[in-house]
C-alpha cells in the first residue's frame, strides 16, 4: 500500500476543532483519516506551524509553494501530489490508497403508502400517501 502524506496549512490542530470555531471540513477529513488507518493504510499529517521543515524537505512540496500557500493542504502519494488546495474526501483518499469502499446496499423499497386517506372509514378506506 502506498504512504500518504498530507502537508496542512498553519493551524493549531488538524483536527479542526480547537479555537472558538470549528471547521467541519477539517472535522471530516480528521475523521476520513482515521479511518482510512484503519484500513491498514499509513497517513502521515504535517502542520506548516509545528513541522515547517518537513515541507521545506519534501521536493514536490517545496515546489508547489514556490507559487504560494494557497495550494495547502497538499496530498501526496508516494511522494507525488495527488491533491492540491483542497481536502479530499473519504471515497477519494479510499482510490488513492488503493482500499475498495464497499457501500451498503438500500433498504427494499415500500410501497410507499402509509394507510387510510384522511374521512376515510374502517369499512370504505382508501390508501394514499403521505
Not at 477539517?26 to 491498514?40: C, E, I, P, T, Y
Not at 482510490?95 to 433498504?107: D, H, M, P, S
Amino acid at each position: 500500500m502506498p504512504t500518504i502524506r498530507v502537508f496542512d496549512p498553519a493551524m493549531c490542530c488538524s483536527t479542526g476543532v480547537c479555537g472558538p470555531t470549528s471547521d467541519p471540513q477539517l472535522a471530516r477529513f480528521a475523521a476520513d483519516v482515521d479511518w482510512l488507518q484503519k484500513q491498514g493504510v499509513t497517513v502521515e499529517r504535517y502542520n506548516l506551524s509545528a513541522q515547517p521543515a518537513a515541507f521545506a524537505e519534501t521536493p514536490a512540496v517545496k515546489q508547489a509553494l514556490s507559487r504560494g500557500t494557497d495550494v495547502l493542504p497538499l496530498v501526496l502519494v508516494d511522494d507525488r501530489i495527488a491533491v492540491e488546495g483542497s481536502y479530499p474526501s473519504r471515497d477519494t483518499l479510499a482510490a488513492l490508497a488503493g482500499v475498495v469502499v464497499r457501500k451498503l446496499e438500500n433498504a427494499p423499497a415500500t410501497s410507499g403508502c402509509c394507510g387510510p386517506t384522511a374521512g376515510g372509514s374502517a369499512s370504505k378506506s382508501k390508501t394514499g400517501c403521505c
